[in-house]
């Protein structure tokens, strides 16, 4: 699957698959992106982003990679 890498908040994520909807029983149309590392003493970890943790949304609108 495709990765973005955020360097200023030090995180990265991917697109979501399959496996990973039926896995954490997620609805078939569930965008979002899927946070696969987190740096330790990084802003998102300071803000509490979590690897295994769904982004739907930033600033109250969809992803800019999860647009269709």
């Given at each position: 699957?495709?990765?973005?890498?955020?360097?200023?908040?030090?995180?990265?994520?991917?697109?979501?698959?399959?496996?990973?909807?039926v896995?954490?029983?997620?609805?078939?149309?569930?965008?979002?992106?899927?946070?696969?590392?987190?740096?330790?003493?990084?802003?998102?970890?300071?803000?509490?982003l979590?690897?295994?943790?769904?982004?739907?949304?930033?600033?109250?609108?969809?992803?800019p990679?999860?647009?269709?």
């Open positions: 699957m495709k990765k973005y890498r955020d360097e200023d908040f030090e995180f990265t994520v991917r697109d979501t698959t399959f496996f990973d909807k896995r954490e029983e997620w609805s078939e149309g569930q965008p979002g992106a899927l946070v696969t590392e987190v740096k330790e003493g990084g802003w998102a970890a300071i803000g509490r979590s690897t295994g943790d769904l982004i739907t949304a930033v600033d109250d609108g969809p992803l990679m999860c647009r269709h």
